[in-house]
């Protein structure tokens, strides 16, 4: 038996990646809270194995939420070789659902009911917004009054939309979420795909607890020729005493011809912000730099780590993984 944790409740669109990834019989998929209880449950519960997170859209870039636990995972780590923080958990696969949004109500009900007489009121995880930005647009003009409020999840949004029950009056309470997370809860679906762009789709990172060779991480595809495999790695540049230094940190991959597949990043606060040790390193507008790259024939994963580690005040190798081949699908 694996037991897997994800972001749930059942229905998100991160159940739907978790079973992707996990489609054995014996797997076990426990639904917590929100992304921040993964990371946790996974740390602390050596019951669970895995934890499965979402990471980006294709359609609205990055779900900071995890970036963001990376982050403060790396920043608060206890466990240092050198420059290099070791935190509990690595990341050993990747996961790809393609997003359909549905507009989801308690009850059937039809689109014209959504009129100008009509105050609406929908809930979401804050990662649908951007994707249905036109679409929400378009029938904020149409109504009365639409109003948007941020959900821990999809599957979530939906529970609270069908405990609000039959419209009362002019109010309407809606949800934005999967149609599978309508199934589940028993509610109606008034109108999909809503999502602005065809295609949409959300990213996911499977997570395990460092340095153990149990459970053995998912099946991986078999190891083709040409089945690329990534490596995710995050730093703190020598932004303010090294002119050119993420430069320096990309010239790595360069020089041994690396294929980078990402960039981004995110703000970084120095681990003992509260002190003024060093205004510097306390300084507001730092950056922690999150990348992925391919590997290179001829040149081991640690030594090209080891060399852009080098290059910085600390870094993180997150661990590696072969590309999903969903990765690859074009916009359907
Ligand atoms: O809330 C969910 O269903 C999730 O899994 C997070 C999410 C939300 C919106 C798009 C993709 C993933």
Redesign the pocket.
Known sequence: MVNIAF?GPLG???HQAALQQFPDKDANYIPLAGIPQCFEALIKDASLDFAVV?LE?STNGQVVFTYDLLRDLMNNCKEYKGNEAIPELEVVAEQYVS?ELCLIAAQPMSLDDLNSETRVTIHS?P??WG?ASSYLKNLGQRVQELKTVDSS???GAVKICCEAGQPSGNEVVLAI?SRTAATVNGAAIVDSPINDRKGNT?RFLTLRRRSTDFPPIPARPPVAKGVEQVALLTFIGKQDTSPGSLVDVLNVLKDHEINMCSISSRPYHHPDSSSKADESAHRKWQYIFFIEFNHADGVSWDQVVHEMGSKTLKFCFWGTFYRNGRYYETST
């Open positions: 972001l998100t669109y991160t979402p859209n997003i995880h990662q649908v994707q999840s999809t599957s979420a959300t």
